[in-house]
């Protein structure tokens, strides 16, 4: 393997490693050999997350340079090995030889197309029997990467293939944090935030060499996976649901804010104006969530910017929000004064004639005082960003 200290280094092979003593010389050996093939100057870095096996003798004699990684975690051991690779170009893929190392060529190529992030697709390369549990084939993984693609529009379709490869100065915009196997995610949805290209190039996975159960925790790292799809995702987790609930309810208030109709032959009454007041206030409140989530992600992830945050941090104003939330209250509230006028005016008048009036005033009260203290803490919010390093004024 060329002398990565005196030359300049296209390629860093960056393996995470824990307890891998069977199979990290392998693979060590695998890369050094590809590396050979194309004819390019390389280096072997394994970042090792604590193991107490013979895992670091062996990567060292083999020819790696090893770096000691405290901060357990997937994504922690990667985030290390990254920062101190000094190829132009690094591949990064698991040491248990379940990825196939001596393959690196089609990443290599990409990247030299222009491509910012290559990443493996297990799906159209094949998958040993065995490589994968069922469930993970064929569920958990197109699930995930489906949603992954849908909220996030990442051109990708096996979202958690570990063997990809990136420019460096790419991965600094791809600004990933996560130390644990959501760290996977990060980079795909961060990648396509960044608006940086990314490929996919076929990929074998094979059954591991290791004599003992995955670091994987199928439910638990699955979870993790969907969490962060999600919470980075607020347009379908809070706004889209959020919107239809809102206008369910006020398309029900509105037609029952006079009294009960007849539609079809089906009777709608006060129960069905109650369901409506429902759908809106929750309906509302959702969307608010997620104003706030789009404005507090950006904080963490910048790339994450959105017109609806440029206008918090531009256009909105809490004297704005305040007037609005007023007039919603001062509706509400005329509301029910001219019900209470009616009600003195003429004393024998049943109530249950203003009934469906007296929801619309308190629903239109509820959804004024959530909004003024709504427009407190979005102000707080926005003039947070604004005045942090970098913010938008």
Known sequence: MPDAATQTVKLTAVMPCLNEERTVGRCIEKVTAAFGAMGIAGEV????????????????????????????????????????ARGDYIVMADSDDSYDWSNVAPFVAKLDEGYDLVVGNRFLGGIDAGAMPALHRYLGNPVLSWLARTVHHAPIRDFHCGMRAFRRGAFARMDVRTTGMEFATEMIVNSAKAGLRIGEVPTRLQRDGRDRPPHL????????????ILAYGPNHLYLAPGGLMLLAGLVTVATLARG????????????????????????????????????????????????????????????????????????????????LLRWLAHPGLAMASTEH???????????????????????????????APGGRR
């Open 357 to 387: 009036l007296g929801f619309v005033a308190t629903l239109a009260f509820v959804l004024g005082v959530n909004l003024m203290f709504d427009a407190f803490l979005l102000d707080l919010l926005a003039q947070e960003h604004r005045d």
């Open 217 to 228: 925790r199928p439910f638990r790292d699955g979870w993790r996976h969907l969490r962060f």
């Open 260 to 339: 009960p109709v007849v539609i079809a032959g089906h009777y709608l009454g006060i129960h069905f104006l109650a369901l409506g007041c429902l759908l809106a206030m929750v309906g509302f409140n959702v969307i608010n969530l997620g104003v706030l989530a789009k404005v507090i992600a950006l904080r963490r992830h910048p790339q994450l910017d959105s017109r609806i945050t440029r206008w918090v941090l531009r256009e909105f104003t809490l004297e704005a929000g305040l007037l609005a939330g007023a007039l919603l209250c001062a509706l509400g509230a005329g509301i029910d004064v001219v019900l």
């Open 45 to 84: 870095l394994v970042a090792d997350n604590g193991s107490t096996d013979r895992s670091v003798e062996i990567a060292t004699a083999a020819g790696a340079r090893v770096v000691r990684v405290a901060t357990p975690g997937y994504g922690a051991a990667l985030i290390a090995g990254i920062a101190a």
